[in-house]
């Protein structure tokens, strides 16, 4: 179809149409696909396996590294691709599968799953016996390759590690990294715990970016909206070796890193692209062993039996500020605004550290006008040089459905119900996600994707190893965590209330060493959208002592910024509900009219 073709046309491909037919949003992949195929044939490979991730496994990627979406033209974050000679294949999560079928054209397939599992069930159905499956090493974790190998081990299909990326000998257009942007942190920013705990009778390693610059204390701009920059690090009990592009190292940074001398606490240069023949020439040394993690270290490091792998212990801190509810209610009460209003304008980014990087491709001819008919589910954040920030709010501003403001109140009857909740320290995350998801069970009702995560300090926004899944750590005092259970009816509306909390002592009756959560995310939820005749008397409580912790700090924060009609919005959604059994509330001046009334009535 031609680009821009009407406004209301149809959002979503349909494959089974002769021919077919694609909106406007699909991305056509067929002369990448023939370019891949034709690199596939001589190296005797059945399927190739693009993963969604770079060389340092990092969630969020640069430009230069989102090899999925130049092939399949899904921008979706999370995402696996696989293509064989006649077919092409992309598994995702329930958060993507609209954006997939808008995105992708007729030469790819979409499976609904996500499952290391999933997708060698697949290979195994496609792949003939003896068949071979290429991937980059690089872009596989020690723990990917494994699960891989598992699934695949019974079916005489096989794994081969390609020494050179096939995607990036199509891409002839594939973005260069930025030059420069590599600073360190202020000193009044707290380095706070190493975040690497070393095992003392081994050499350490990790290929995550967000070790190398916690251990620094340096952070930089190689991918959007993430402080991150490229780079591997050695850490043993006398070196330090940096792998860096050297030409980004500034004087200022040499004289940081102690970098002129070659003592336990100087930083040994090297080059980011030497990191695999230095790593070999150490390790092969007498005596030396290697300690690195199966999550976040690239399948490209094993080198010898010298290396042990493990899971790596994480340590955790954070801040977050209150200042980042004024930037989201500021956000929440312009919208408010503008909407009804139904012009067509431009959204004011806050004063964040780093506000779109990135040249943001102009797509005018896709957009559409927000109503007041429809729920409308912002995700945002921040990165402040002493915090990073994720909280989720959804709101309508006109009339909701009955099922809109019920779903709505039992996604937030599960939030409050986890940031209520009390439980002795050491107790896993998964062993009370399902309290997040118990409201909306009971009316048949259920959300596809995790319940939290861990958030980073001026760091990722999603930090492992904290959370609510399987693989996460247990919970102990000071850890911070996101609590986001959700809703999502397809072509209709979506719901997600996200929260951060970090983990708090509690004072109990007869228990000792018990824990509990305290919201530190400081926006109200929309109100037109709560039931109260569905909350309990405990979750009402839970739900007005929040909104006076909002009154008291983020009331602070904007009579200091001199934000009055801020002030004045955040006083209108934060005024205590009376009882369960209405979604009405009275302001706190009229509640002390009420009482003084009935004293005088009693009097």
């Not at 054209?105 to 195994?124: G, H, P, Q, T, Y």
């Not at 030396?288 to 340590?315: F, M, S």
């Not at 559409?368 to 945002?380: A, G, N």
């Not at 009405?584 to 009219?593: K, M, P, Q, R």
Request: proline share 5%.
């Amino acid at each position: 179809n031609p680009p821009g073709a009407v406004a209301n046309e149809q959002t979503e491909r349909n494959c089974s149409l002769t021919p077919p037919y694609l909106p406007s949003t699909a991305v056509n992949t067929t002369l990448q696909l023939k370019e891949l195929r034709a690199l596939m044939s001589p190296l005797s490979i059945s399927a190739y396996i693009i993963p969604d991730t770079d060389a340092h496994l990092s969630e969020y990627i640069s430009p230069r590294d989102a090899r999925l979406a130049f092939m399949t033209g899904f921008t979706g974050s999370a995402g696996t691709a696989v293509v064989t000679p006649t077919k092409a294949v992309l598994w995702t999560d329930s958060r993507y599968w609209v954006q997939a079928e808008r995105q992708m054209d007729c030469n790819w397939d979409l499976k609904r799953d996500v499952s290391i599992m999933s997708v060698a069930e697949w290979l195994i159905s496609e792949v003939p016996p003896g068949g071979e499956i290429g991937f980059d090493p690089f872009l596989f974790s020690l723990k990917t390759q494994e699960d891989y190998s598992v699934n695949l081990m019974s079916s005489n299909r096989s794994l081969k590690s390609m020494p050179a990326n096939l995607v990036d000998q199509v891409w002839k257009e594939r973005p260069s990294i930025p030059p420069g942007g590599l600073i360190r942190l202020p000193d009044r920013v707290i380095r706070g715990f190493l975040y690497v705990c070393m095992c003392l009778y081994c050499k350490h390693t990790n290929c995550s970016l967000s070790v190398c610059l916690w251990l620094f204390n340096m952070r930089g701009s190689d991918i959007p909206y993430n402080p991150f920059f490229y780079s591997y690090t050695l850490l043993t009990m006398n070196e330090i070796w940096l792998f860096v592009h050297m030409e980004r190292i500034t004087d200022e940074l040499k004289v940081y890193l102690n970098t002129s001398c070659d003592g336990p606490l100087c930083v040994q240069l090297k080059s980011y692209d030497s990191v695999l023949d230095d790593l070999k020439m150490y390790v092969d040394q007498p005596g030396i062993k290697v300690w690195i993690g199966t999550e976040y270290t690239n399948y490209i490091i094993i080198i010898n039996e010298n290396v042990i792998k493990t899971h790596l212990p994480v340590c955790c801190c954070n801040s977050v500020q209150v200042r980042d509810a004024v930037a989201v209610i500021q956000l929440l009460m312009w919208l408010e605004k503008v909407v009804p209003e139904g012009k067509e304008t431009e959204l004011t980014a806050a004063k964040y550290v780093d506000t779109c990087r990135s040249k943001q491709k102009d797509n005018r001819e896709n957009n559409r006008k927000l109503t007041v008919d429809e729920m409308y589910l912002v995700d945002s954040g921040g990165q402040y040089l002493d915090g990073t920030t994720d909280i989720t709010r959804t709101v309508h501003w006109g009339t909701p459905t009955p099922m809109q403001k019920e779903a709505f109140t039992r996604v937030l009857m599960g939030n409050i119900e986890i940031s209520r909740t009390i439980f002795p320290s050491g107790t896993r995350g998964v062993n009370m996600e399902m309290l997040g998801r118990r409201a909306l069970w009971e009316v048949g009702l259920n959300y596809g994707h995790g319940t939290g995560h861990g958030v980073g300090n001026y760091f990722g926004v999603h930090e492992w190893p904290v959370g609510f899944q399987s693989n996460n750590i247990p919970f102990r005092e000071g850890m911070f965590t996101s609590i986001e259970p959700g809703y999502y009816k397809e072509n209709d509306f979506g719901i997600r209330i996200e929260d951060v909390a970090v983990i708090v002592p509690v004072t109990t009756k007869y228990g000792h060493n018990y824990l509990t959560f305290d919201t530190v995310s400081l926006v109200p939820y929309d109100r037109k959208l709560i039931d109260t005749s569905l909350l309990s008397s405990e979750q009402l409580q839970w739900l007005n002592s929040y909104y006076e912790t909002i009154r008291k700090l983020v009331g602070l924060e904007l009579d200091q910024q001199e934000l009055h009609e801020e002030k004045d919005w955040m006083l209108r959604n934060t005024e205590p509900f009376v009882a369960p059994g209405s979604s009405a509330s009275v302001s706190s001046s009229s509640l002390t009219l009420i009482l003084l009334t009935l004293r005088e009535i009693s009097y």
